[in-house]
């Protein structure tokens, strides 16, 4: 099994990326959706986090003048991370403006049957 | 649903369930009504009326559709015999809810075979043959079905592979990891040398990599901006038609304790946003979060006092000039240094004692311009999001 179990974390994220693919695929509705994909946005951010940190070692906060760096975490995720946030809200609010003009288009925000006949038909 | 809606019937009870005995046949023309509107005023008065009824049919299609098409068979033999009968007595169906299923799906009824009757003023489209739809319909629902699977499958086998892969990771939180290799320790050690500030992270993201921190607070102007001009249409409908704001998003909400609570909690909470800002090379923090902090502020107030007490200090416009002046202030600043230090000029800019605030050269006037890209696109996205009126 390897380091299965003492990476949890990278597991949980990794577990959690899975289930925020598979509610973005299978959900028919668009707010669903949009909950999936910041399910796996989550889910990267844990596993950076997780990539980053050392045990036993302090924030990446120079403290004293000390610069040695066997004593503080790898900062180079932290800032992966927050790259991520950001590019994951901007991506939120554009997928729910765009699944606002869904609604007002089709009244429903379900991609389902009705929106898909009336996709299907609607250019005559 | 739009002829019902014409004919100003709103007493149906389980819209639902006329779905589901009427799915497969809706002319989507009658369905989406805006569809065929142009985008300026007309599809207002469609879109209000209809939203009521539209807004309960949530789920199940496939399943509906299925039911509706081992039912429709017989259900359109007894249309059939139903409409000389119909037509005899069409007075005589009131505007109650019940008799509307008939009602619609004698407006389904091929053209041809009988007169439109008096609940369908305007002439029923010509459709195809129900024959076809059905087929349709069921193909569409097993492709659904073993989309679905297929889906699921996908997610498992990922998942399996995914786990495998997390086996053969290297050890959790050890100080051997390939992750921990000489660019970190290059930051941490030399960093405080070359940036002055003592947080890392923020020597890292505005000076080592300034260039990408400009990329994501333009990333979030984009988005802004986007948002902007997606819902752009509907609030100019907004003024222009009868739904203005409402009153809870003019002036706050109604609960006196909310308004009193948050009243004194503000400007706590704006001060260790811009307390989290301009400390940001100096302890956890920084543009990014004190920006959010911030901007939870602001919303916090529109929250509270609504539009009324926000527009003082922050519009969607205002927000919009702020993020730019920012964006371009930010721009000029790392010009600067970018240019002094490929050319090897002495830059002006001293760095100070490291841990002091005025420290670290351009990082504070940096996450200054990143709090205030991330605060009013904060701002800016909630008012729009709430300006946006369905009903």
Known sequence: MGNLFSNYYELASMLLFVVGFLILLIQRNLIKKIIGLNIMDTSVFLFLAAKGYIAGRMSPIIRDGVTDASRYINPIPSGLVLTGIVVAVSTTAFALALALRWYQQYNSLEVDWTTLKHLLKGEK | ?391
Not at chain 2, 161 to 175: E, R
Not at chain 2, 220 to 226: D, W
Not at chain 2, 276 to 298: D, K, Y
Not at chain 2, 332 to 348: D, H, M, Q
């Open chain 2, 1 to 391: 649903m739009g002829i019902i809606s014409d004919k100003g019937k709103k007493t149906l009870t389980s819209f639902s369930d006329w779905v589901s005995a009427n799915s497969p046949d809706i002319p989507a023309e009658v369905v989406y009504p805006p569809k065929k509107d142009d985008h300026g005023h007309g599809h207002d008065d469609h879109g209000h009326d209809d939203h009521g009824g539209h807004g309960h049919d949530d789920h199940g299609h496939d399943d509906h559709c299925e039911a509706a098409h081992a039912d429709e068979t017989h259900a359109h033999e007894e249309v059939l015999h139903e409409e000389p009968l119909k037509e005899a007595s069409h007075e005589e169906p009131a505007a109650e809810a019940p008799q509307e299923e008939p009602a619609a799906e004698a407006v389904e009824a091929p053209a041809a075979e009988a007169p439109p009757p008096i609940e369908a003023p305007e002439p029923a489209k010509p459709e195809e043959p129900v024959s076809e739809e059905a087929k349709l319909c069921a193909e569409v629902g097993a492709i659904e079905r073993s989309y679905r699977a297929v889906a699921t499958i996908c997610g498992i086998m990922l998942a399996l592979i995914l786990v495998v892969t997390v086996a053969l990771l290297p050890k959790f939180g050890m100080a051997n990891n390939p992750t921990v290799n000489e660019v970190s320790r290059r930051y941490l050690e030399e960093g405080i040398k070359d940036t002055g500030a003592v947080n890392t992270v923020a020597g890292m993201i505005l000076d080592y990599r300034a260039f990408d921190t400009l990329g994501e607070s333009i990333v979030l102007f984009t988005a802004t901006i986007t948002v902007i001009f997606l819902l752009q249409q509907s609030r100019r409908k907004d003024n222009e038609g009868k739904i203005g704001s409402t009153e809870a998003n003019l002036s706050g909400v109604r609960s006196l304790p909310a308004k009193v609570i948050i009243r004194i909690a503000l400007p706590f909470s704006l001060l260790y946003g811009i307390y989290v800002v301009i400390n940001g090379h100096l302890s956890p923090g920084g543009g990014f979060s004190g920006g959010t902090i911030i901007g939870a502020s602001l919303i916090l107030s529109h929250l509270a006092f609504g539009e009324r007490f926000t527009k003082r200090f922050a519009t969607v416009d205002g927000c919009s000039k702020v993020m730019v002046a920012a964006l371009l202030v930010y721009m000029g600043l790392k010009t600067y240094s970018v240019y002094t230090g490929a050319n090897g000029i002495e830059s002006i800019i001293p760095l100070g004692t490291p841990g002091s605030i005025l420290s670290a050269g351009l990082i504070f006037p940096l996450n200054i311009c990143v709090g205030l890209v991330v605060s009013c696109t904060m701002f800016t996205l909630y008012s729009l999001f709430t300006d946006w009126k369905i009903s």
